[in-house]
DNA sequence: TCTGAATTTGACCATACGGTCAGGAAGGCC
DNA sequence: GGCCTTCCTGACCGTATGGTCAAATTCAGA
């Protein structure tokens, strides 16, 4: 189970803080959501899993949705940070190989939340279609301009920046989404820590001579 | 709605055939599994999207895990059938960016179904794991000794098969499943088709030029 | 120690869901 | 027309789910 957050569920007092009650549920609630997607996942489910009773969770989390909405947040959030690596690069070579580096992270290190949003995005985006209108848009808005100063600048081929995002975000998430599937065809086993290597350099590779921003 | 198929509901006579009702069905039950996943579909709103009352659904479906099922099943097929293209080719440039395209066509033509097999893979793949470890498997397998023979012959750059295939998978399926969030960033407005061409373009460019099967 | 706010929880409720069934309707075939 | 198979469907059932609630428990501060 996921130990990122918190102390375990019983091992201290009875009573806990709001913030490590809350941070048990999310994560919980992360795994879940998941494994089942926002239909299939059941509160009682969430709760076994974070070690509480049903009821609890409804306390700190009045509806389903509620806490839904807050996991597909979070991941949003960690998802954005990504962004920061791009800015501070000064070409394409290194802004996008340090991008495709952090998003590679995160999709090994946030399987669970890569997947919500996946799920989120592909049934219509209920929960999150201001963010994707509002702070989403004027992200990409933001990396197309960067992306166009560098082809002006002759530091790569004329690509359309737009598909170029797409294909840095998909081929990145591909890795957190359809895990499974790569699992299974890698023999069962998880990726190593080699293979994850070999993975990001092949992206790497691939994306940057496919922009002619190495040689 | 999909008018892929069949006839419209209430259009000929009161009886149907057990072939057009069952793809009726299919066709429906692909579009709210699509929207709302396994869990969150209903077989009432399959039934409704189908124009045809709930219990008229299991005597040709008995249970909604069989339903699912075989939406699983058809989009697989398609899926499969895309590699021909591949087989057919006599070098990675051809092969490869034919492969794109009849990939990038079925994210179009089949969005729904796309959708339906990134959630079934998504949520570790509980009804068609067994085509992953066979059918898929060996699939791959097949594509992976075709691309190592393409880089013996010096047609390409040393690439690790495995991970290209995952880049086309990734990045052609992407505009399918993750197609609303492309159509929210493209203003609200589906892709048209001058869009759909750039977008093709734009990855056969990058990875064909990527992995040195062009110039 | 007393008090009151915050937290915990078992029991409970209304609803919605997947699935069943019996009886009726259609249509092909003699 | 008579018969039989196939198809159709409203009404129904048991269960599981999201959510509620009031009583119990914990704990910090006066």
Redesign the interface.
């Known amino acids: 189970m996921a130990e990122t957050t918190a102390a375990s569920p019983k091992a201290t007092s009875k009573k806990m803080r709001r913030q490590e009650a809350e941070a048990l549920i999310l994560s919980a609630a992360e795994k879940v959501f998941?494994?089942?997607?926002?239909?299939?996942?059941t509160m009682q489910l969430i709760a076994d899993v974070a070690g509480l009773p049903k009821a609890n969770l409804h306390y700190y989390f009045p509806t389903k949705e509620l806490l839904y909405r807050q996991v597909v947040q979070r991941i949003f959030q960690i998802w954005l940070q990504a962004a920061d690596i791009f800015d501070q690069a000064e070409g394409p070579e290194e802004g996008i190989g340090a991008y495709i580096d952090a998003k590679m992270e995160i999709s090994r290190r946030h399987a669970d939340g890569s997947?919500v949003w996946?799920?989120e995005?592909?049934?219509?985006?209920p929960v999150i279609?201001d963010y994707?209108?509002t702070t989403?848009?004027d992200w990409?808005n933001g990396r197309i301009e960067v992306i166009e100063r560098w082809i002006a600048e002759g530091r790569m081929?004329p690509?359309?920046p737009?598909?170029?995002l797409?294909?840095l975000?998909?081929?990145t998430?591909?890795?957190a989404?359809?895990g499974?599937?790569?699992e299974?065809?890698n023999g069962g086993a998880p990726l190593d820590d080699v293979q994850w290597e070999?993975?990001k350099t092949?992206?790497k590779?691939?994306?940057?001579?496919?922009?002619?921003a190495v040689e």
Chains 1, 2 share one sequence.
């Open positions: 998941a494994e089942a997607g926002f239909g299939g996942a997947k996946a799920s995005v592909m049934h219509g985006a279609q994707l209108e989403l848009t990409t081929a690509i359309d737009r598909h170029l797409y294909m975000w998909a081929t998430q591909h890795y989404d359809f499974h599937q790569i299974t065809l070999a993975a092949n992206i590779t691939i994306i940057l001579r496919g922009i002619g």
